[in-house]
């Protein structure tokens, strides 16, 4: 049932939508389009069609299409209809959106591309956090860092211990830049990190590294606090190809 109705005394019953169909529609439309079965450049069939296919009225499809056009999926053409835009053009940085593409991943190249991007960045936040950091923002780095060594065990629960971890470290860095990038690649990172954590047997040299990180801060030791996290990054290389078998045989079934 995908309506719900609601009564007043004397009133004719009114119909409200529940905003977790045109949710579910929207992903179906977007890993459609993932799947290829609307490849980028086509155009996707008519609003009447849509609604044929995934069995909705007009007022969700139309809603479900506005939403992929704002994550950069589709665009509309007046006198033309709704095509499907080139991968370049997605907001693959929208949590829905890497979402969506999960399955797919690899085509994307989205793993290695946070790992290029978090190797430009990481390494140099780290030495600029060595001395700019506040007193505050390395004990919440060494709040994360013990949530992360209690929860080794846990992937769900290390993986938002680790996430938070390296969004304050780029606030640490006091560079204007970099506090808008943390935001940014919240969501990759979430997705890459809890990739690489799910694949990996232990993650006891992680939790070993961010402790030297968070030492190196805390004695203001701007080039061993690089130094880790450089070695933190080349161990995320090696959890990147460990995700990306995982991943690997999980497409195959």
């Known amino acids: 049932m995908t309506r719900l109705e609601h009564y007043s005394e004397g009133q004719e019953p009114v119909t409200v939508r529940r905003p977790r169909v045109r949710r579910?529609?929207?992903?179906?439309?977007?890993?459609d389009i993932c799947a290829n079965r609307y490849p980028p450049g086509s155009q996707l069939p008519r609003e009447n069609d849509l609604c044929n296919i995934y069995?909705?009225?007009?007022t969700v499809i139309r809603e479900s299409l506005k939403v992929l056009e704002s994550k950069g999926l589709l665009l509309g053409k007046p006198r033309v209809g709704t095509i499907v835009c080139d991968k370049d053009d997605w907001n693959i940085l929208?949590?829905?959106?890497?979402?969506?593409?999960?399955p797919y991943i690899k085509d994307f190249d989205?793993?290695?591309?946070?790992?290029?991007?978090?190797?430009?960045?990481?390494?140099?936040?780290?030495e600029l956090a060595a001395s700019r950091a506040t007193t505050q923002q390395i004990a919440d780095l060494e709040s994360a860092?013990?949530?992360?060594?209690?929860?080794?065990?846990d992937p769900e629960r290390f993986t938002e211990a680790d996430v938070q971890f390296h969004a304050v470290l780029l606030l640490a860095s006091h560079n204007?830049?970099?506090r808008r990038l943390s935001s940014a690649i919240h969501a990759a990172l979430r997705y890459a990190l809890h990739a690489s954590n799910i694949a990996v047997e232990s993650r006891e040299d992680a939790v070993d590294i961010h402790g030297e990180l968070v030492e190196a801060l805390r004695m203001?030791?701007?080039?061993?606090?690089?130094?880790?996290s450089n070695r933190m990054l080349d161990l995320a290389v090696h959890d990147l190809a460990a995700a990306e078998r995982v991943i690997g045989r999980n497409n195959m079934k």
């Open 94 to 102: 929208d949590a829905d959106v890497l979402e969506w593409i999960g």
């Open 145 to 153: 860092w013990h949530q992360m060594r209690d929860s080794s065990d």
């Open 220 to 228: 203001r030791d701007g080039e061993k606090a690089r130094q880790a």
């Open 55 to 58: 069995g909705v009225s007009r």
């Open 110 to 126: 989205l793993l290695s591309c946070i790992l290029e991007a978090r190797r430009t960045i990481e390494p140099v936040a780290a």
């Open 176 to 178: 204007q830049v970099f």
């Open 24 to 31: 579910s529609i929207t992903a179906a439309i977007a890993q």
